[in-house]
């Protein structure tokens, strides 16, 4: 799998604001892949300082098994999230980012362009 492509992935993820949560496979969409959230997953492996709490399974499903998955739900009570049941309430804490404006080219701090 090509580099470029988990560090566009691993720039969505660590956009997505305090309080909101992104799924595997729009993170994926959002970075220019779509239909590519096991991608996602591989891009947050190993990965240290991305908010990886912040990326839910589809529906809003925690999709991480025993303590992790309680850290996750933990981390995301704490900024706010709100659950019904077992999944996060998607239509109130779904991060959709701003698309970008026609012919302008966003950057990031070191100047590289963004992906969306």
Request: charged share 25%; net charge positive.
């Amino acid at each position: 799998m090509a580099r470029s492509m988990l560090l566009r992935i691993r720039s969505v993820i660590a956009a997505v604001p305090r309080g909101k949560v992104i799924t595997y496979g729009q993170a994926a969409a959002v970075a220019g892949f779509p239909g590519a959230a096991r991608q996602t997953v591989w891009a947050l492996q190993g990965e240290h300082g991305l908010p990886w709490h912040r990326v839910v399974a589809a529906g809003g499903r925690i999709a991480l098994a025993g303590e992790e998955g309680r850290e996750q739900r933990l981390r995301l009570e704490m900024e706010g999230v709100t659950f019904r049941g077992d999944r996060v309430r998607m239509e109130l804490h779904t991060w959709t980012p701003k698309p970008r404006q026609a012919g302008r080219v966003l950057r990031d701090r070191t100047g590289r362009p963004r992906p969306w």
